[in-house]
């Protein structure tokens, strides 16, 4: 594959317009792009040329610190940490609608990678503090990407902190970092030098990892080199979810009726909250209707031979109300011309 280089950039101000909205963020010059790839899973398809106007980027997810100072400033309470209403599921055993979330549970020996369950597991008690369940913790965790947070609690942090969530264009094209085309978010070469670039899964998932970056589940944003833009952790690590109603194609045809691609074609994301709440459902593409979002990036727990995600075109579908313990998000300031409708924060906060 020839060299990557970057596109024109149709006139966006490559410098920032304005003054830096925070100290941690970055700003993304914005330009035409190619969007997509054509070289591994069909959602990605087709590759067309995108543009995204300029915007100041998060240099890297949103952290345990930072989403503790959300919660003790609003006392907010997340998705995970309230049971499903028993309205909503009617049918359901009153013992499945507790508070929890999604853990990655490694089995001890190989297994068929077409039934997640193998893999995942619905812990009750499982939420942003207790990642893995209520004997875990995220002490000494301060500078990971917080985890086990749904899509209202990306939009709630959003906006308490004066910023948003990307779409899927402007999230991939500051994954790029300027390499237009490339595989990766540094080139095309998984480990240039045999050096790691992220946090992903070296092995054969879901019961080897060989752990040759060093983690085997999430580690400190900043780890690994950054792209062209100075973003840090874009592709590997966590998901992060982006404000992109999900379809099954770049072109918006959607035609599998909420398909996911998690179950199509291999991802490592678990069933739905949804799913779990409806039992006996066995796979998210059944849980027909929910809304869904465009989530990007992969996880630490992406690997060649289930799920070669961590790529800028990778992209996956993922219900509001769901949260995982490799699924987190980071924000963006768009400029004041740019900016969209104000968006109303989700209201899930505490009696004071």
């Not at 317009?17 to 941690?24: F, H, V």
């Not at 990307?166 to 240039?192: C, H, I, M, Q, V």
Request: charged letters at 20%; glycine letters at 10%.
């Amino acid at each position: 594959m020839a060299a990557s280089t970057p596109r024109p950039f149709d006139g966006s101000p490559r410098t920032a317009p304005s003054a830096r909205p925070r100290a941690d963020m970055v700003w993304v010059p914005g330009g035409l792009f190619l969007m997509g790839s054509e070289d591994f899973y069909p959602e990605e398809r087709p590759v067309h040329t995108a543009r995204v106007a300029g915007f100041w980027m998060d240099r890297h997810p949103v952290t345990v610190a930072q989403f503790r100072r959300f919660v003790e400033a609003t006392g907010y309470v997340t998705v995970a940490e309230i049971a499903p209403d028993a309205l909503d599921f009617p049918d359901a055993d009153p013992a499945d609608l507790v508070p929890g979330s999604l853990v990655f549970t490694p089995p001890s020996a190989p297994v068929r990678l077409d039934d997640f369950r193998a893999w995942w597991s619905w812990v009750q008690g499982a939420q942003w503090r207790h990642p893995e369940g209520p004997g875990s913790t995220v002490d000494g965790l301060d500078l990971h990407p917080v985890t086990q947070v749904a899509y209202a609690d990306a939009v709630a942090y959003a906006v308490w902190a004066g910023k948003e969530l990307p779409s899927e264009a402007e999230w991939e094209f500051a994954a790029r970092g300027g390499l237009d085309g490339a595989t990766y978010a540094w080139g095309d070469e998984f480990a240039p030098g045999g050096r790691m670039m992220a946090n992903t899964w070296q092995g054969g998932f879901p019961v080897q990892n060989d752990l040759l970056d060093g983690y085997d589940r999430t580690s400190p944003v900043g780890t690994f080199p950054p792209n062209g833009y100075d973003l840090v952790d874009m592709t590997g690590n966590v998901w992060e979810w982006t404000s992109q109603d999900y379809t099954s194609s770049h072109l918006g045809a959607a035609t599998e009726s909420f398909q996911s691609p998690s179950v199509a074609h291999g991802g490592c994301c678990g069933p739905t909250r949804e799913a779990h709440a409806a039992q006996p459902s066995p796979s998210p593409s059944l849980a027909v209707g929910p809304p869904l979002k465009v989530i990007k990036g992969g996880s630490h727990l992406c690997a060649p031979n289930y799920c070669l995600r961590y790529r800028p075109a990778a992209r996956q579908s993922e219900t509001l109300d769901t949260s995982t313990g490799h699924l987190g998000f980071r924000c963006i300031v768009r400029p004041r011309s740019d900016r969209p409708p104000p968006v109303t924060a989700p209201t899930r906060m505490l009696p004071s």
